[in-house]
Structures are given as C-alpha cells and as structure tokens.
C-alpha cells in the first residue's frame, strides 16, 4: 500500500515537472513594486538579458514579470458586470505613482458679488423650469426663445403711462434706456467680479477701463521690467521726472571735474573749522533741534489721528507710486526664479 | 498687479462665452482638480505607436531644445500636455524627443536615439483593439539610480497609461509595454499577453511579441528644475491613495 502511495507521488512529480509552462510560480531576487491603479510594476533587480540571446531573454524577462502583475490583479476584489454572465470586472485602486499634472491646481476664488449676497440672506439656487404659463395666450410657453411667454410682439404696441410720471415723456424710449442701462450695469459688474478674482478672468484688467491710478502702476511695472531694471528708459516729454532713488545705501561721490569754485570753497570752510577753536558740537543748537523733532513727531501723531477719521480711503499720491516701483521689481524677480529651465521670455 | 502672459490674448478673459458650447470648450481647458486624460501631439512623426490620443501635426516646428515657442503654441491651442517630435539629421540620427507640459509650457523633455526599430507592420500577427490600456513594466535599477532615468520612467508612464479607470475587465489585460534599462540603453518591447489555463485561478501567462519594439539612446535631457517639479506634483488634498502596493503586501497608510 505504502508503495503504491509513493509510486503516485512520484509519479505526480514527474507531471508536474514535465509541464513547468502550467506553473505560476516566478521566482525573483527582489520583490516588484507594484501600482495597481496605473497597471505598473516597477522591477528594480538588474536584468540578465545582454549577450546573443537578448531578444529571448528579454522575452522570458518580461513574461515572468507580466505574470507577477497579472497575479497581483487577479488578487483584486473582483465581480461580475452586468449581471451573473457578464464579463470578469476588477476595482482597481487610485494610482499611486505621483504623475505631474497637466495644469496647476485652480486657486480659490473669493465669492462674486451676487454669491455675498446671498449668502448673507441666505437664498438658495433653485432650478428653474422651462416652461412657464403664459395668461395671456393661456398656455404653457418657453421661458425663453422663439414664442416665448410674454414676448409677444404684438403687446408692444400701446404702454400705459404709470400714475406718477411726466405725461410728455417718451415710454418706448425709456423703456429702451432702462433696458440698455440694466445691460451695462451688468457688464460692468462682471467685469468688477473678474478683476475682484471672482471668475476665471483671474484679475487681469480690460483695456480702456483702467483707473488713472492702475495706469500709473502698469506704466511703472512697464518701465522697470527692462534688464537694467529701468535705468535707461526715456521719459516721456509731460511724464514727471523720476522719483529721488530711495535709501542711502550706496555712497554718492561727486564728479572728479565739476565746479571748481566750489570745491574751493568747501576746502577753504574745511580749513577754518579745522583751524578754529569752537568745539564741534553747538549745544544749545543741538538741544534746540532735538526739541523740535520731538513738537513735530507729536504734532504729526495728532494730525494722522484726524486725518484717518476724515480722509478715509483716499490714496495719498505719492504713496501710490512708490511701493509699485517696489512691487514691480520684487515680482520680476520672483517670476525669474520660478522658471530658470530655458524659458525665452522676452 | 498682475503679469499678462504673452501667449494669452486679453479677448480669452473678457470674452463671456456666447454659447453653451463655447462655455464648455472652455470649462473643459480650465484647471481642475481632477484632470482631462492628457492628451499628445505627434509631430513629424516617424513611427506609429497605438495609442489613440493623439493630435498629428505635420507643420514645420523648429527644434525642440532651441525654442520652445511654437511647441508651446501648438500645446495651448490643441490643449495637449503630452508630445513626441521625431527628426533626422546628419548630427542625430533617427531622433525622438519626447516630453511634456505643464501650464502650456515645457516640463521636462527628453531626446532619445533610436538605434533598432521594428514596426508593427513589419510583425505579422493579430493585434490587440486600439484603446486597450496597457500594462507598463520597467525593469532594471538604473529607473531608480539615476535622476534622468527616473524622469524618462515618469515620462513613459504619463504618455502610455491612457485614462484613469476605476475597474478593468480581467480578461481584456491584452497588451504590456516592456522597458528593460541595461548597458545604457533602453529597451521597449511590446507583447500582447495570451491568458492560458494553469493549475489554478491564476491564469498562465504567454506572450507574443506583437507591436514596435525599440532600441533606445539617452541622448540630451531638459528637465524641469526640482521647484517646477514639486509644483507640477502638487495635488488636491481631497483624494489620495487609500493603501499602496509594496512587496506584493498592501500596507495601510
């Protein structure tokens, strides 16, 4: 009995061996990674596949790893589509292997005028139907379109003077103004919401609409995004002079060959003051200007104080400027340092 | 203040869509948080690669490495990230530099030499359907020793994947893309898999070597830099991957 036992067994050993192209089994080095989601599998032991054989070995290389993977996928949650007969379906996972997007992530936006509001009163969007009952022809017509309800030409033909309004007045072309004015009152609040950011005009301003002050800065950011940072630009014949450079920072010498007559007088002064025997420092000057700083500081603390009360929201003209200038430099080099890869901008 | 671009006219802005369509056209070429399948744009193409997302442009583009201006041009207006440019010189022969965009401007683009070319013409045997999503297999520790390697991995992924599914049909796995890195080349095979009956639910694994298969040279890269990367990379934090897949072992993370 033992012996037949063994017999079998080695008798199925024998089959086994002889059909290794039934098998599933693959034996590797290193384990594969694998992302089910993108149908990958990343095999990172070196491959042994140069030499003359390489298009079988190749071959052999990639059927074993394809079986891995088809392994893995048959190890997925799988069902039936389509009912009991339907065909084999698998869940794939998300994929994991981080792929650079096509476009960058859409940046939040703040809510549009409209969307405040409503917000604040708490009104919902309700879906609207298209088809609305018409009193008038007393059936149902579009909302909107060909035969819509209440657009009938044909009632346009008399408008009654409301109870409260200027008898001479011309209806039909007050209508037609209100009408034109409802128009450009929205054009100008979508345009208001796409510079606010609200809609995916994303803040860039429309020509012809720009305010004096949004002018200035553009022509400043204009004029600074030269390679020299603006340096050489030439002003325009009424454009005001460019404002005194700001800081101390570097040391300003005078030209070798200016006036002579007062670099003669500034020696001469030199010399007296070295020569005389005043001690530098004035006292009473000092102590004097001292004292004025502090009147003026106070005095400046006070006015602010009234001035903010008072003169809320205007631009100070001279601040406008300035910290454009600033600005503008600042975002060149910052756009610079963003994109160094070979971008021509020119 | 805001910088305007100079490849996007102010009309794009202000223009509020006239139709329903036209609003949709341009909601679709909007950025998202879950994106479009990316689609390619094949120019001068030399050989035909399956894959049907696939714009062919025969117009003459200056060169890639030079200036980027017109590739950039063709991008925006076909709203294709993905794109395949193949020439031939005296200097470098049989050329194909493929690469991608973000934000309709280069990522990383990556020249290759293809040294032995065999079409799926010159193969006779049946094919597997177009569309079908391949199975990708990268072999070899170069994909992960090497910076450029890595880049040229990602590439590969992006352009063959096809579109993100959420189930596949188990008996429709028709296709794998093989790439196999050693002695410094790279070398892409495609096999259409044969299901065969084995011992257990596991089916046995055959394959036929069905589609082009090429013998490919590094030659220049332009990667992006590591910043432009990170930021290409960043995802939305709504959806991320539940459990990822190491050493055939989920491992929750």
New interface residues.
Partial sequence: MAALCVEELLARAEQREAEPHRSVAVQKELELEFDLGNLLALDRNPPRAAGAQRESRLRSLARDNTQLLVAQLWGLPAGRAEGATGPLVAQLPEPFYRLPREKPLPRPRPPTRWEQFARLKGIRRRKRTSLVWDEAAKQWRRRWGYARAGGDPARDWLIEVPAGADPNEDQFAKRLRDKREKVARNEFNRLRNIARGALPGRGLHPTGHQSRAELGRATQVARVSTASLGRFQPRLPKEPAAPPPRGGKKRRFEPLLGDLAAERSRQLELLRGLGSKKPPLDLTRAVNKQLREEDAQAAAGKGKKRGQRGKRGRQRPGGGKGPAGGKGKKGGARRQQQRPAGRKRS | ????D?TST?SD??K?PKTKRAKRF?EKR????T??T?NAILIKVIQKIPNPYLFFFRKNITRPFE???SLEFFSKKSDC?LFLFGSHNKKRPNNLIIG????????DMIELGIEKFVSLKDIKNSKCPEGT?????????T??LNEEYRRLK?LL??FF?GP??????????EY?L?F????GKI?M?S?K?L?????????????E?MGPSLDLVMRRT????E???K??????KI??????????EPVLK
């Fill in positions: 203040f805001c910088f305007i100079r102010s802005c202000f509020k341009l909007e950025p998202k948080l994106e479009n990316k200036d980027q201006t990230s991608r965009m973000f934000d309709y401007h280069v990522l999503k391949p199975m990708l297999i990268f072999a070899g520790d994909f992960d990602s992924i992006d994947r993100t599914v959420p189930t596949i049909r188990l008996a429709g796995l794998v093989h196999t890195a050693m002695d070398y095979r096999y898999v299901l065969k009956k084995s011992g257990c639910k596991i089916p046995r694994i055959e394959l070597e332009h990667l992006a830099s910043d432009l990367y930021l290409s990379l960043k995802q939305p959806c991320s991957a539940p459990y990822m897949f190491f050493n055939t």
